[in-house]
């Protein structure tokens, strides 16, 4: 099945959770929020969220830096996934 993952086509065997998502591209879930078809998840849902084919996943990791640690950008989690 096929998904939208951070934009792009992204290939499933099929359904599976967010978590299990996560975990299949080595990303840790406490420094990422994922878009699940436009809503913004809870960390608390990502095990109840199953996720199939059309869906679309935005994986944004939080990067700090900058002086002072006091800036944050975001990037997309699964770039090195390209």
Same mark, same amino acid.
Do not use: C
């Given at each position: 099945?096929?998904?939208?993952?951070?934009?792009?086509?992204?290939?499933?065997?099929?359904?599976?959770?967010?978590?299990?998502?996560?975990?299949?591209?080595?990303?840790?879930?406490?420094?990422?929020?994922?878009?699940?078809?436009?809503?913004?998840?809870?960390? *608390? $849902?990502? %095990? =109840?969220?199953? !996720? *199939? $084919?059309? %869906? =679309?996943?935005? !994986?944004?990791?939080?990067?700090?830096?900058?002086?002072?640690?006091?800036?944050?950008?975001?990037?997309?989690?699964?770039?090195?996934?390209?």
């Amino acid at each position: 099945m096929t998904i939208t993952l951070n934009g792009d086509p992204y290939e499933l065997d099929g359904p599976l959770t967010v978590s299990d998502l996560l975990v299949r591209l080595d990303i840790d879930p406490r420094r990422v929020a994922v878009e699940y078809n436009l809503l913004v998840l809870k960390r *608390a $849902a990502f %095990d =109840q969220t199953t !996720i *199939a $084919a059309g %869906d =679309q996943i935005e !994986i944004v990791n939080f990067v700090g830096g900058g002086r002072g640690g006091s800036r944050t950008a975001t990037t997309h989690a699964t770039e090195s996934y390209k």
